[in-house]
């Protein structure tokens, strides 16, 4: 087997290769791209057998939820109780899906000079998706359980270092019987996906990943004028008023921040404390991060796993050095856990300010930021002094000011006094270079469709 046609799956945990998988063929992609005509019989679908289907799908997800996370868990260090709950989401997500698509996409009618005139939601054909590693089967299920309810086609570059999360992924469709083509896996580099954006054959891209990637990929889509939805990175405030529940909030952003050892585009990053609060807060913080247990991710008691590959273990740890050259205050942590598996010490600075890596940057590792702020008010600018906008939290006993100041806040989303996340019911993407388009909810699955007037004369 040539080398330049493998990828290794690497266990992070352990630095030893789990399995090596032959790169697919040209022959191969243009066998899924020709496949992907099975969008025209596809479209034509009824909703109750696409929900039929994508309700199968679900049932495979949970019969196989602890083989499905350990696949996960050995691709990409994700501790296993986190990669079960990951599969039971994506569950979720297909319930969901089968159970509301018809009414998210059911006609509308409008009042014109129309003797009747409605607006319809059609598919656009194939949708490529070309996903991340850190939710390697949530970011997928979230993306084509509202496509193919709609009556898209998809197919899967997912990230080279979890080829068997994706050819996993293309299993669960075609067991659980949706026609051949409707959704397929290609395992190519990542320098290919500029071949897949161009064909034809293909309508639209999805992307969830990096700024870089993300701006790649719509330079590439824009020239081809193809739609995309792009979900990018983060770096999420979580803002501590002087009223708060700081208990609740501490215990909750400790979660926030180092679930899946840091490495979501989500999680919790900046923590901007009013100066009544921050003592107590950074205190209990710490107390609670300094007490989590890192180790095996197979352990189930295990609640920190390795970061997912070398390199990025070695971009984070210069973001914090620099930040300290720059005069962050280390509370805890701040190098990589000695011995095999690329593991990074949870890890706090104080006195953080706009200028440091850990405050303008995206931080994908157990890495916490806190800074102090005078009043509300201020803690909203510093929260917007970020290029990025994707999820917000706000901490206060005063319901009424959280919700002025959500208005306030760029960001897709904004939670009070809770920890942001992803729901199948509410939708989710950002702003600034967090990316644009919508995933989850109606919004998501109308992202993919032709949004078509139909005006049926005579005029009035």
């Given amino acids: 087997m040539n080398a330049h046609n493998v990828v290794h799956a690497v266990n992070p945990a352990t630095e030893e290769i789990n399995g090596t998988y032959e790169l697919h063929s040209p022959q191969h992609v243009e066998q899924a791209l020709a496949a992907s005509a099975a969008y025209r019989d596809w479209r034509r679908t009824p909703f109750s057998l696409r929900a039929d289907l994508m309700r199968r799908a679900a049932s495979i997800l949970r019969d196989r939820k602890s083989k499905l996370a350990t696949i996960i868990t050995s691709e990409m260090g994700k501790p296993i109780a986190e990669a079960e709950a990951e599969v039971e989401k994506c569950a979720w997500c297909c319930d969901h899906y089968a159970e509301n698509a018809e009414r998210y996409l059911s006609d509308e009618p409008r009042v ?157 990053k900046r923590f901007i404390l009013l ?57 805890l942590g701040g190098r990589s856990r000695p011995g095999r598996g690329y593991y990074y010490e ?16 995206e931080v994908f590792g157990p890495v916490a930021a806190f800074i102090r702020a005078k009043d509300p008010e201020d803690a909203v600018r510093i929260a917007n002094d970020s290029a990025y906008g994707l999820g917000a939290s706000v901490w206060t006993r005063d319901l009424d000011l959280a919700q002025r100041l959500a208005r306030e806040i760029e960001s897709g989303s904004v939670f009070v006094n809770g920890m942001v996340v992803s729901d199948p019911r509410l939708p989710f993407g950002g702003i600034k270079r967090s990316g644009y388009g919508r995933e989850l909810s109606e919004f998501g699955i109308r992202e993919f469709v032709n949004i078509q007037t139909v005006w049926v004369g005579p005029a009035r």
């Fill in 346 to 361: 949870p890890t706090v600075l104080a006195d953080v300010h706009p200028a440091m890596p850990v405050f303008c940057e």
């Fill in 275 to 331: 100066e009544k609060v921050a003592d107590a807060f950074e205190e209990r913080f710490v107390e609670a991060a300094r007490s989590l247990k890192t180790g095996d991710p197979m352990d189930r008691s295990t609640q920190i796993g390795p970061l997912a590959r070398a390199d990025l273990r070695e971009a984070l740890d210069l973001q914090v050095r620099e930040s300290v050259r720059q005069g962050a205050r280390l509370l």
């Fill in 112 to 268: 014109s000079n129309a003797s009747r005139s409605y607006i319809q939601f059609t598919p656009l054909g194939t949708i490529l998706a070309v996903m991340p590693w850190n939710f390697p089967f949530w970011q997928v299920f979230r993306f084509a359980a509202p496509a193919l309810m709609a009556g898209n086609t998809g197919i899967l570059k997912h990230a080279s270092n979890v080829p068997g999360c994706s050819l996993a992924i293309e299993e669960i469709f075609r067991e659980a019987g949706f026609p051949e083509g409707v959704f397929r896996s290609v395992l190519v580099p990542g320098s290919l996906a500029a071949f897949l954006i161009r064909d034809p054959r293909i309508a639209a891209v999805t992307l969830t990943g990096s700024e870089q990637a993300g701006s790649e990929v719509a330079a590439l889509a824009g020239r081809e004028l193809k739609k995309t939805v792009l979900e990018l990175g983060g770096s999420d405030p979580f803002i501590v008023l002087g009223d708060a529940d700081v208990d609740l909030a501490a215990a909750t952003a400790v979660r926030a921040r180092y679930q899946n050892a840091g490495q979501s585009c989500i999680a919790a």
